[in-house]
């Protein structure tokens, strides 16, 4: 299939999706908040010798202002060897989001700059490595205070990437 070489045409279709996502994805009253976010779930790592499903315990704390936000996260993942070593990841990293928040859900996709230390691994030395954390959340927040949801994640690097799945729980202050 051909591309279009028709500028005119490329820049009717930029401006058509430009105006129908801006329509879509803009809150009339830019939200203001502030709270931490507690989860479980599951991750799993494609590389390595693990190669398996991790146990996960998610956190961070966001600040949300208009449709950005800024969030401390750290994430704990578990996971056993196939002889039963004890292998822990854990991913502390810094993200920004752009967010669509319309009481009472909210939405929001980000990525930024984290560090990884992979430790216990009996066959390795410890392994510490820049990479580039990932996360999509979803929540529903019936109050302004407490929020329940979903939080996909991830950690891409040279050394150990992972992506994962928790349940969380939100609490803070978030005004529309």
Same mark, same amino acid.
């Given at each position: ?15 058509? +999706? ?9 809150? =009339? ?8 976010? !507690? /989860? *479980? ?50 991913? +502390? ?9 319309? =009481? ?8 930024? !700059? /984290? *560090? ?61």
């Amino acid at each position: 299939m051909k591309a279009s070489s028709d500028p005119f045409k490329t820049a009717a279709i930029m401006l058509g +999706l430009l105006m129908f996502t801006g329509g879509i994805f803009t809150a =009339a009253d830019p939200p203001v908040g502030f709270w931490g976010t !507690l /989860g *479980y779930g599951f991750a799993y790592s494609p590389t390595g010798e693990y190669e398996s499903l991790y146990g996960s315990l998610y956190s961070g704390l966001t600040y949300m202002k208009d449709n950005h936000s800024f969030t401390l996260r750290a994430c704990g993942n578990l996971g056993f060897g196939s002889n039963l070593d004890v292998e822990l990841l854990f991913d +502390l990293g810094v993200l920004y989001s752009w967010v669509r928040a319309r =009481a009472p859900f909210m939405i929001s996709a980000g990525a930024g !700059l /984290g *560090y990884l230390r992979v430790a216990g691994n009996s066959e390795e030395e410890d392994i510490d490595t820049i990479g580039i954390p990932l996360e999509v959340k979803a929540f529903f927040r019936p109050v302004p205070v407490l929020g329940v949801g979903v939080c996909g994640f991830g950690n891409l690097n040279l050394e150990r990437s992972f992506f994962g799945v928790a349940f969380c729980l939100q609490a803070g202050f978030w005004r529309d």
